[in-house]
């Protein structure tokens, strides 16, 4: 199928350090906003499929995407049920995304067959709920434009999202999940970036990723050199965030997330406030 989504979404981390009344409140505060979408990505704390559950039944016409779930966490027929489950309850608001990380070759097997296979699985039981696959390997990205409707990728500058459309085709959609810090100085807000790059950082498939980008083992090294962090992260104002995921666009991404890195205060809401979309 032919996804056809916003053209500006949201990739959301706050559900993990928020209980249910906090999830509640903050979702519906991003639709009262005019968001119109939400990935959701699976790091660490909440389940993939009850957070997607939970964000729908509190809100009205947001749609949400798993941005992505672990298939590692769960076998392919529990991920089908799932999404199917989800996407007959909330029709036309559910999007499933499904990735999977180098770890899965401790099971003896590649990330391109468990993928493969992991697919044939969740097919079996929700053939007809639109995929997305977060990608980042030629393998994988050729994978998403054979057997889903579309890519998710995070934590890459607008030269792999050339890269990714070049692969995939002008047509299949093309999510880019892009880090932005509002409101602060740009010395500020490389910090506050920083905080939350540590993690990723400590991951040999996005070092990897990372090092096919051009950067080296000094850029690499934790913390994260400024290089790094300028090519990964929008600052300044709404105005200026929007600016500069313009190239993401011109690159070829069918949509933007914006994923807002910082502590959630009244700042980082104004900031999601000024950011909803003035068109789509």
């Known amino acids: 199928m032919t996804l056809s989504l916003p053209r500006t979404a949201l990739s959301i981390a706050e559900p993990d350090q928020l209980d249910h009344d906090g999830v509640v409140r903050f979702v ?23 957070t997607v559950a939970l964000v729908c039944a509190s809100t009205s016409t947001l749609i949400v995407g798993n941005g992505v779930a672990r298939a590692l966490e769960r076998v392919p027929k529990s991920a089908g049920s799932a999404a199917r489950d989800l996407a007959a309850g909330y029709p036309g608001r559910y999007v499933l995304g499904l990735g999977v990380s180098g770890a899965v070759r401790e099971r003896g097997v590649g990330p391109l067959p468990f993928l493969r296979e992991y697919l044939d699985g969740v097919d079996k039981v929700a053939a007809e709920v639109p995929k997305v696959l977060g990608a980042y390997s030629p393998g994988i990205t050729k994978l998403a434009a054979e057997r889903a409707d579309g890519l998710i990728t995070f934590l890459v500058t607008p030269e792999h999202t050339r890269w990714a459309r070049e692969t995939i085709g002008p047509d299949l959609f093309l999510s ?14 490389r910090e506050v970036a920083r905080d939350r ?11 990897a990723k990372l090092r ?18 300028d090519a990964l992260v929008a600052y300044g104002t ?9 190239a993401q666009y011109d690159a070829g991404a069918t949509q933007v997330a914006l994923s807002l890195v910082g502590p959630l205060d009244e700042a980082k809401l104004d900031a999601y406030r000024a950011l909803a979309p003035q068109e789509d």
């Open 176 to 189: 880019v999940v892009q880090w932005a810090v509002v409101g602060r100085s740009r010395a500020a807000a």
């Open 238 to 246: 709404p105005d200026q965030v929007r600016a500069a995921v313009r």
């Open 197 to 207: 790059l540590a993690y990723y950082l400590t991951l040999p498939h996005q070092i």
């Open 212 to 229: 096919r980008l051009g950067f080296t083992d000094a850029d690499l090294a934790p913390p994260g050199s400024d290089r790094l962090l």
């Open 28 to 50: 519906r505060a991003l639709e009262e906003y005019g968001h119109k979408m939400v990935w959701l990505p699976e790091v660490a704390g909440r389940e993939a499929f009850t």
